[in-house]
């Protein structure tokens, strides 16, 4: 199993360009969720999709814009970037979303490698 | 308040030291929380689960503490490949949080 994978992996805009990050899974997750990490922030929420045909807004949803393609994938696209978009852009996923039962496996997220994207 | 805060260190220790963070919550509500690790330049992965009861794993102890909403991570003989930066996770309710993480370097 490749778990969840992200292409690309480094990626130069200018200001205005557009472009969209691709996520998969192959672990048969429902959810899935894109994160951007900044220096001294944290991973920070920006759109999640909580099960297929359905997504969210998360804490920074601003210039982004999400598809739930399928049950494996998850795109992220910016439609205008900026250079406060900067940042490195993780994808997850996860069996579940909520902790109605507080089951650990089913919350525990998994990572992709991450798209270090800088826009100039 | 942030709804999950760390201290960001960096903790500077020596191999086979002890080493201990704390994480603060501000839901009282929250049951599920987790540790991830993640080293530099690459994506975070799960560290351990950290239940009611504590958790053992190996050098690796979590505890959480709902009086004083914390939790605990616990790190006994460290090695130099323990190096990384934590970060505490809270997955109460239908939010997941993740703490802005602590940064550990152990030296020879």
């Known amino acids: 199993n490749a778990g969840v994978t992200q292409t690309p992996k480094f990626q130069v805009l200018k200001t205005g360009q557009s472009m969209t990050l691709q996520c998969a899974q192959d672990?048969?997750?429902?959810?899935m969720y894109w994160y951007r990490q900044d220096p001294g922030m944290g991973l920070r929420l920006i759109y999640y999709?909580?099960?297929?045909?359905?997504?969210d807004k998360g804490e920074v949803p601003n210039g982004y814009n999400v598809s739930r393609l399928n049950k494996r994938e998850f795109s992220l696209r910016l439609e205008s970037a900026a250079p406060s978009q900067t940042s490195v852009y993780f994808c997850?996923?996860?069996?579940?979303?909520?902790?109605?039962?507080?089951?650990?496996?089913?919350?525990?997220?998994?990572f992709g490698p991450g798209t270090r994207l800088t826009v100039l | 308040r942030k709804e999950v805060e760390q201290d960001p260190g960096p903790f500077n220790v020596p191999e086979g030291a002890t080493v201990a963070f704390n994480c603060t919550y501000s839901?009282?509500?929250?049951?599920?929380f987790f540790w991830y690790r993640q080293d530099c330049r690459k994506e975070p992965k799960l560290l351990m689960s950290?239940?009611?009861s504590g958790n053992e794993d190996g050098r690796f102890t979590a505890q959480l503490n709902r009086a004083s909403q914390y939790i605990s991570l616990l790190i006994r003989d460290s090695k130099l490949s323990d190096s990384a930066t934590y970060l505490c996770?809270?997955?109460?309710?239908?939010?997941?949080?993740f703490g802005a993480g602590t940064r550990l370097f152990v030296k020879a």
């Open positions: 672990m048969n997750h429902n959810s």
């Open positions: 950290v239940y009611s």
């Open positions: 997850a996923s996860s069996y579940s979303r909520t902790s109605g039962s507080a089951d650990a496996g089913t919350l525990t997220q998994y």
């Open positions: 996770v809270d997955t109460g309710g239908f939010k997941t949080i």
């Open positions: 839901n009282s509500a929250s049951q599920s």
């Open positions: 999709s909580a099960s297929e045909g359905t997504t």
